[in-house]
């Protein structure tokens, strides 16, 4: 054997010295993080304040839900069907698709998946009104304590409430959940675009305005701010 046969590197080592192939490496296993075990997204609206702040990145759980299911309280993050926006256009520059296209699968940067990050407030056979006396939304007929939220739409009992006319904007009439969806709000209630946002200011009926999310595009359970570096904290 000749000593250049003998000390030439074997393949697998001139693989893992190749940083294209390095690159390549990490992106999977990035991938691979993303989509199964941790996800990382950016907050793009207030609607969370002041849970979540503009800006924020915030870590997800994609684990959460395996074996269980969301439960009132739980910040999640969805994947939004038409009903939230409309049907969306498509990407017609080919590079720009291909960065979101890669950005949906290793999550970061552009993606061409349409997320939102809100509150569960009811699941399945649920039923989900407000408001009572005080203003309180009420799930299966029990008020909800919401420390969390900032900025509610006015509600005065006797001036603006569900009885007045018009009736105070907080107010909803009764929607049982249908199975496999969820109904959910912001936590900065005047200011966001979520389940009830159509129906607003008319306590008689929910018919055809109000948007769930399906169990299917529930990517799991928000559990960590990482950045700003200032923000850092656990949900």
């Not at 309280?73 to 939004?80: L, N, S, T, W």
């Not at 699941?123 to 005080?134: F, H, K, L, N, R």
């Not at 799930?139 to 105070?168: K, M, W």
């Amino acid at each position: 054997m000749s000593s250049t046969t003998a000390t030439r590197p074997s393949l697998l080592r001139r693989l893992a010295r190749n940083p294209f192939v390095n690159l390549v490496a990490a992106f999977i296993v990035l991938a691979l993080v993303q989509n199964f075990l941790v996800r990382l997204y950016y907050v793009p609206s207030g609607s969370m304040e002041q849970t979540l702040e503009v800006g924020d990145r915030i870590l997800v759980n994609r684990l959460a839900y395996l074996g269980s299911e969301p439960t009132t309280g739980d910040v999640i993050v969805f994947d939004a069907t038409e009903a939230w926006d409309g049907e969306t256009a498509p990407e017609t520059n080919p590079l720009k698709a291909a960065v979101r296209w890669l950005g949906g699968v290793v999550g970061i940067g552009p993606s061409d998946r349409h997320t939102l990050v809100k509150r569960v407030i009811a699941g399945p056979g649920q039923t989900v009104s407000c408001c009572d006396a005080e203003g309180r939304i009420l799930v299966d007929g029990e008020p909800l304590d919401e420390p969390y939220v900032f900025e509610n739409l006015p509600f005065e009992t006797g001036t603006l409430d569900c009885d007045s006319i018009p009736a105070s904007l907080r107010c909803f009439g009764e929607y049982t959940v249908p199975e496999g969806e969820y109904f959910v709000l912001g936590d900065h209630r005047s200011a966001s675009s979520d389940s009830i946002a159509l129906c607003r200011g008319a306590p008689a009926t929910t018919d055809g305005c109000v948007r769930l999310v399906e169990r299917a595009g529930v990517v799991g359970k928000v559990f960590q701010v990482v950045f700003p570096f200032g923000s850092f904290r656990s949900l």
